[in-house]
């Protein structure tokens, strides 16, 4: 275990008087306070669904056992201001044995997006500054810091930019392209704003699922429903993936104990928004999806590909676009990555930023240099396969 007179508990922040700081090292002290938590959540610029106690929970229950809780709430005075959900990581950074690594407690397993700091709306430069001084100076329990998928909008992204860079640290940085749709009012007016050949395509699949009598589109309501949708969901995820020579990743336990535990939290808190799409009582299309503050958030979905010439996986999207905008959801989020299918759907992009730091020091120093040497090493490839295609182009 991390070795804990590394870590002072309560921190006083000799900046800002009447500001201190509590290190939670364990899952038991962090959801403690998951009352103070939703409150400074819902009056954060940071308010995503990614970072409630829910999602956090689900999470660390399915792929937490082998990392470290270390959450740092910033309080002024007795009132909780920001809070930053983080563990330690070992071993994380290649060729650097005994490395560790600060991250965001629910990164790593490719299920979340739009982490960041949690911090009140006027708040923010307090609390980036006494999360990251107080991370400093324990800086013995850790090597790296890993902070991924931070929304290009975030408030906190230029004032953890600039604090690092006062700071002397190495850093890095990656961009992520992310897609989403704005809703509009009416069905109509979606599908009037889509390209004619994706309009026609739609209504086309649509018109002729409906000539069939057999045909039923809903969501789960009742937990007692979950297990049988969800075994359904990790077979058609795999039918999917196997028609592009791939499998899918709920061959992973812990994944599909991942989903189990999100699935009945999210219910019960009516975040859930589970659509399939039966075809003579049988599944052959859902979407798992979940909802909170007018976002519809898409995390997986899968088909059956004995079905895929009849276009079921877009049969079942537009009932969900439908749904979603008869309801009054602002916006359908496609989440991390950007394809041409998700384009065609009317999807705009946005990033988020992965984000990699270190103190000076001895592993910082390697890691940086080895990253910037491997780096060059890719450009000096790529110009001599450019000189050598224009060689062979002039022969």
Avoid at 24 to 51: C, K, N, Q, R, Y
Avoid at 73 to 94: F, I, K, N, W
Avoid at 210 to 233: G, I, K, W
Wanted: charge should be positive; aromatic fraction near 10%; hydrophobic fraction near 40%.
């Amino acid at each position: 275990m991390l070795r804990q007179r590394h870590i002072r508990t309560d921190i006083r922040n000799k900046a800002e008087p009447g500001v201190h700081i509590h290190w939670l090292t364990d899952p038991a002290s962090l959801f403690a306070i998951s009352g103070e938590w939703e409150a400074v959540l819902a009056d954060s610029a940071s308010d995503t669904i990614f970072l409630t106690p829910e999602w956090t929970s689900s999470w660390l229950h399915a792929y937490g056992a082998a990392h470290e809780v270390r959450a740092l709430a910033v309080y002024r005075g007795p009132t909780l201001s920001g809070l930053a959900l983080m563990s330690v990581r070992r071993g994380e950074q290649r060729g650097l044995p005994g490395a560790r690594t600060l991250a965001f407690a629910a990164d790593g397993s490719a299920d979340s997006d739009y982490l960041d700091l949690i911090a009140r709306c006027g708040e923010e430069e307090t609390v980036v500054s006494a999360v990251l001084s107080a991370i400093a100076e324990a800086h013995g329990a850790w090597h790296f810091l890993r902070w991924r998928e931070i929304p290009d909008s975030s408030p906190n992204l230029p004032l953890i930019r600039e604090w690092i860079t006062k700071a002397k640290w190495h850093v890095a940085e990656q961009h992520v392209p992310c897609a989403y749709v704005p809703l509009p009012s009416t069905w109509d007016a979606y599908l009037k704003d889509l390209k004619p050949r994706m309009r026609t395509k739609i209504r086309s699949a649509l018109r002729k699922m409906s000539e069939r009598s057999d045909v039923v589109f809903d969501r789960c309501s009742q937990e007692a429903d979950l297990p049988e949708r969800l075994r359904s969901l990790y077979v058609l995820h795999h039918s999917r993936w196997e028609l592009r020579g791939r499998d899918g990743i709920f061959l992973d336990p812990a994944k599909r104990a991942f989903y189990e535990s999100l699935s009945r939290s999210f219910l019960r808190r009516d975040w859930l928004r589970f659509y399939s799409l039966r075809v003579a009582g049988s599944y052959v299309a859902h979407q798992y999806c979940f909802e909170r503050n007018g976002i519809l958030y898409l995390l997986q979905e899968g088909f059956d590909k004995t079905w895929a010439e009849e276009a079921v996986g877009n049969v079942l999207r537009a009932h969900v676009f439908r749904d979603a905008i008869n309801r009054g959801v602002r916006v359908y989020d496609f989440l991390g990555g950007v394809t041409p299918h998700k384009l065609s759907w009317g999807a705009l992009q946005k990033q988020s930023i992965r984000l990699e730091a270190a103190p000076p020091g001895p592993y910082g120093t390697t890691f940086f240099a080895s990253r910037r040497f491997a780096r060059w090493g890719k450009d000096q490839v790529k110009a001599l396969l450019r000189r050598a295609g224009l060689s062979a182009r002039a022969d």
